[in-house]
Nanobody
Framework: VQLQASGGGLVQAGGSLRLSCAAS????????WGWYRQAPGKQRELVAR???????DYVDSVKDRFTISRNSARNMMYLQMNSLKPEDTAVYLC?????????????WGQGTLVTVSS
């Protein structure tokens, strides 16, 4: 499974961005789609996760501001980020938890940088 993230950039506080993650390659099934972020000097944090295409989980700090979604026909995942804050500044990494050749594991994209200015 190969993942390609895009959509990051520089935005002012209060603005919006939409991140995209394209999945390619082959897999038997993908159970989780999601986004982590890593800010300088901080631990990697799970931001949002979509399970079985239906159930969503968000870290408390982004609830009611971020929305995770998926286009299954195009093997795409999105993270709509609204009301951005400077503390949202981080590298955002997309991931999937997939079964490939009978083995379940996480696959990661390369990350896209989001910078929110105050």
């Amino acid at each position: 499974v190969q993942l390609q993230a895009s959509g990051g950039g520089l935005v002012q506080a209060g603005g919006s961005l939409r991140l995209s993650c394209a999945a390619s390659g082959s897999w038997t099934v993908i159970n989780h789609w999601g986004w982590y972020r890593q800010a300088p000097g901080k631990q990697r944090e799970l931001v949002a996760r979509l399970t079985d295409g239906v159930d969503t989980d968000y870290v408390d700090s982004v609830k009611d501001r971020f929305t995770i979604s998926r286009n299954s026909a195009r093997n795409m995942m999105y993270l709509q980020m609204n009301s951005l804050k400077p503390e949202d500044t981080a590298v955002y990494l997309c991931f999937v938890f997939a079964r490939v050749s009978g083995t379940w594991r996480n696959y990661w994209g390369q990350g896209t940088l989001v910078t929110v200015s105050s």
